[in-house]
């Protein structure tokens, strides 16, 4: 066993017993370089990475690489999940240098930590124009004996390179209407009318693009908007890329027709996607959209909670196939005989029409992924659902992909807001009580004296890491969604001490930019800053909207002033690439609609009444409103002050822009409210 024994991320333990002599990301490491002379190599990786699972086993699991491994370079290996500063850091300069990125990341470094060859999967032996593993080693160490001063000023000057990369942040104003529909013009452009989604494949679930269009529509009534959010999840969800049989998404599609997923499930895309289908079902009452947004809830629940009831991170793309060897996809795909052999004949052949399973097959070695292909069929619902049952019970008996049980913060605080608001908007009490079981576990485990967050936990104990910026500001989304769906106020106050600590730490006082590190945060080549989305809403578009809505909430000056500061590089971004701050747009929408504040109030927590009120207030459409309930003088909500009850009746109010309608106490009435006006 290697010194990643002593680590509390699965991905790291899983290279513990590697011949490699690792060492963990730390000052540690990097002395042992300087006292040896050597250089650094930098593994980057994630547990349910398919080919960072190839490469270990191909390379650092091989006792000669090992060898020449540990008698010329340190090498460290990273969890990218417990530390997206180091990834994001060094990813900057692979993608600066290659024109690519991706994971594994092998990056050498000399002791002082910067940068000078790159690159990300190397296999054992050439392959397709690639150099070897051992070669690329060979080379590395002969330049670092050799050519000494040649690699000093490659790493000089990407270091200098790097720090010299600025961003325009806009002129501190917020978009305005004219930004927006350039954005919307844009995506429109690059989207596929055929298939659903945008570009090509690569395809990647758009969660936040689809939040943006959603809350457009309501907006604006842009009949184009609701169109593409439509049709992307509808396309999305009888894709393979979608579990048909136990829910959940994978993280992406191989290919444009959302067919072959790239297996892993993640905790965050199946958060942000959940919310997704529920709001689309929110706007459109779409009976597929309910369905989705409560197989995808029931599938986190069920697969990815922990016993101290947080969310792991993901399930692997790899399992293995009954033979010992760990095969991408096998435990989802399924052959034609695979299917006679648990439902018989009969049934067999109504699932292969019904599921797109086909002899060729539509993955490897003639297995299918199941899908709902367009079809003019129609099957009955009765012997759906049972095929589907037992096509699930057997799955089950399979050997199940790996699970990293790692609590990641940000991805947990997602999760709560999603869980909490399907749980409202379809009478699941249950689901809103996993999202306040999580949010506990974030309040008891990963908050400390301060506020200050750790970025994950295992087994309920703290992680070494500090939070990130999207660790505050996803939490505090979460946090202000269960807040408004509960009516408990004390997860807006929690919220408000995590975005203090965002005005505190993260912002630059200055321009109104945001970090992803805190000022206080270990120092890196660069301190990292990237206000565009990846496979989750960037800290900085996530900051901004988690700040407005505490504004909206309590009437704070300071959070709305520096939320519109952050929401300049949307407007400088927003009509010129689209698709990658998807977020920050759906922000924008908030701010241009108010957001509006509802308050309602009723004789008791219990009132019939003051539920439907709260019902219909949560289900509005209104880009970002937020809710507060509450009994008049509760001291919960700043905006349950001075709200009284209306001839004894459960009353609610709605404002917006410093402008108060009349209190209404009919659910018509305030749906009515809540619903934009579009001139």
Not at 275 to 293: C, D, F, K, N, Q
Not at 634 to 654: N, Q
């Amino acid at each position: 066993m290697n010194r990643l024994a002593d680590t509390q991320s699965p991905y790291l333990l899983q290279h513990a017993s590697n011949p490699v002599d690792w060492w963990p990301w730390g000052k540690e490491a990097f002395a042992e370089a300087e006292r040896r002379g050597v250089p650094v190599l930098l593994s980057v990786g994630y547990s349910s990475c398919h080919w960072c699972h190839v490469m270990a086993h191909e390379s650092f699991e091989d006792q000669a690489t090992a060898d020449f491994l540990n008698a010329h370079f340190v090498s460290v290996k990273v969890d990218r999940e417990e530390r997206p500063d180091v990834d994001a850091v060094y990813m900057e300069a692979v993608q600066a240098a290659t024109g690519q990125g991706g994971w594994p990341m092998t990056v050498f470094l000399t002791p002082d930590g910067e940068p000078f060859y790159f690159g990300t999967y190397f296999p054992p032996a050439p392959w397709h124009g690639m150099p070897s593993f051992r070669q690329v080693l060979e080379g590395v160490r002969q330049a670092w004996s050799e050519r000494p001063e040649e690699v000093a000023e490659v790493a000089g000057k990407i270091v200098r390179d790097l720090s010299g990369r600025e961003m325009s942040y806009g002129d501190g104003a917020a978009p305005g209407e004219a930004e927006l529909a350039q954005a919307l013009l844009g995506l429109t452009r690059e989207y596929d009318p055929q298939r659903g989604g945008f570009a090509g494949a690569p395809k990647f679930p758009p969660s936040m693009v689809i939040e943006f269009l959603l809350r457009h529509h309501a907006r604006t009534g842009a009949e184009g908007a609701l169109q593409m959010a439509r049709d992307t999840c509808e396309r999305m969800a009888r894709g393979g890329i979608y579990d048909q049989l136990g829910g959940g998404f994978a993280r992406y599609s191989v290919d444009r027709d959302w067919v072959v997923p790239h297996f892993e499930k993640m905790l965050y895309d199946n958060a942000l996607l959940c919310r997704v289908y529920a709001h689309l079902w929110r706007a459109t009452g779409s009976e597929a959209a309910r369905r989705v947004a409560l197989e995808t809830a029931d599938f986190m629940v069920r697969e990815l909670r922990t016993a101290e009831g947080g969310f792991a991170s993901a399930l692997d793309a790899d399992s293995d196939d009954g033979t010992g060897r760990h095969v991408e996809g096998v435990y989802y795909v399924w052959t034609p005989a695979q299917l006679t052999e648990v439902l018989g004949e009969d049934d067999a052949r109504l699932a292969a029409r019904y599921f797109g399973v086909t002899e060729e097959g539509t993955f490897e070695e003639g297995a299918s992924v199941l899908q709902l292909p367009q079809q003019d069929e129609v099957f009955d619902a009765g012997k759906v659902a049972s095929v589907r049952e037992r096509l699930l019970v057997a799955r089950g008996e399979r050997p199940a992909p790996g699970r990293d049980d790692k609590v990641v913060a940000a991805w947990n605080g997602l999760a709560v807001a999603a869980l909490a608001e399907t749980g409202a908007y379809f009478d699941r009490p249950d689901l809103v009580d996993a999202a306040l079981a999580a949010a506990d576990l974030l309040v008891r485990v990963h908050l400390d004296e301060q506020a200050r967050l750790s970025r994950t936990s295992r087994d309920g104990r703290t992680g070494a890491n500090a939070g990130v910026l999207e660790d505050y500001a996803d939490v505090a989304e979460g946090f202000l969604a269960l807040a408004s769906v509960t009516g408990e106020g004390v997860w807006l106050e929690f919220a408000g001490f995590l975005l203090d600590h965002v005005l505190a730490r993260f912002t630059d006082e200055e321009t109104g930019a945001l970090y992803d590190t805190a000022a206080d945060a270990e120092q890196l080549i660069r301190r990292p800053q990237d206000p565009t989305d990846n496979a989750v809403p960037s800290g900085w578009s996530a900051a901004a909207g988690a700040l407005l809505s505490y504004a909206a909430h309590t009437g704070s000056e300071p959070h709305r002033a520096a939320a519109e500061r952050a929401l300049g590089v949307v407007k400088a971004l927003g009509p010129r690439v689209p698709r990658f701050i998807g977020w920050g747009l759906a922000v924008a929408e908030a701010l241009l609609d108010g957001p509006r504040e509802v308050a309602v109030v009723g004789p008791s927590a219990a009132d019939p009444s003051a539920l439907e009120l709260r019902r219909a207030a949560l289900l509005g459409t209104a880009p970002g409103a937020v809710v507060a309930c509450g009994t008049p003088g509760g001291e919960e909500f700043p905006l349950l002050a001075d709200r009284v009850l209306i001839d004894g009746a459960a009353t609610a109010y709605v404002c917006r822009n410093f402008v108060c309608e009349l209190p209404v106490s009919d659910v018509d009435a305030l749906t009515d409210r809540l619903t934009p006006t579009h001139t």
